[in-house]
């Protein structure tokens, strides 16, 4: 069975500082992956897609980028991460063709 | 329904009654929709799609309803139980943009005893 897993769970940082979030899947191979944010009360925002190794597709400028080395690993990164940052990001990956996502756990990043 | 601002809708129900909650889209061009089940704290989970060429698909304890002509999906609970009690996403997609899906704000369910 495929299962998807994304840390750390929990994060708090100092503006400025960097970041980095890992999701990995398993049980699946070419698998569309995803990073959502969700701000606290809000829906979810899509923030990138890949479709394949090294392809990402960003949904809205900002202060995030993300990268695919590999084809079931999916990193969100900053330099210099900012106030406005803060925030549930969510990996999800879909089978090529198909329209459920597949949600990991989460992880939580306070900014201060 | 959707929210507006940052206060999410509320639905309270009591256990053993039947929830439901709605979700109004804007594109007509949809044609997946999907309902999530988030807890606190966790990512969303699947709970049950729909295709745009139906209007009723029924799972266990739920059923979605979808109803084109005014663009309104909803997602009702039989026997709502207190493990039911999360918040809940409607979710379309169209075969433009094939995997990014569109969320509504989510309406929070509460399940008093």
């Known amino acids: 069975s495929q299962t998807i897993h994304q840390w750390p769970a929990t994060l708090v940082q100092p503006v400025g500082s960097p970041l980095s979030l890992e999701c990995t899947v398993e049980?699946?191979?070419?698998?569309?992956l995803y990073w959502y944010r969700q701000a606290a009360g809000r829906g979810l925002q899509l923030l990138f897609y890949?479709?394949?190794?090294?392809?990402i597709s960003s949904e809205v400028p900002q202060n995030l980028s993300a990268s695919r080395p590999q084809d079931r690993q999916f990193i969100l990164s900053s330099k210099k991460l900012l106030l406005s940052d803060s925030g549930f990001y969510l990996c999800a990956w879909s089978g090529t063709g198909a329209g459920e996502l597949f949600f990991g756990e989460g992880s939580r990043l306070t900014v201060l | 329904g959707e929210s507006v601002g940052l206060h999410l809708p509320t639905l309270s129900v009591q256990e053993g009654d039947n929830s439901i909650i709605n979700c109004a889209y804007s594109n007509s061009a949809s044609d997946y929709f999907i309902w999530y089940k988030q807890e606190s704290g966790k990512g969303p989970q699947f709970i049950i799609d729909?295709?745009?060429?139906?209007d009723k698909r029924q799972g266990q304890r739920v059923t979605v309803l979808l109803n084109k002509t005014v663009k309104h999906l909803s997602l009702q609970i039989a026997a709502t139980q207190p493990g039911d009690s999360a918040v809940y996403f409607c979710a379309e997609n169209n075969v433009d943009s094939w995997g990014k899906l569109q969320f509504g704000a989510g309406t929070q369910v509460v399940v008093t005893p």
């Open positions: 890949s479709v394949g190794i090294g392809q």
């Open positions: 729909i295709r745009s060429n139906m």
């Open positions: 049980g699946t191979s070419n698998p569309n």
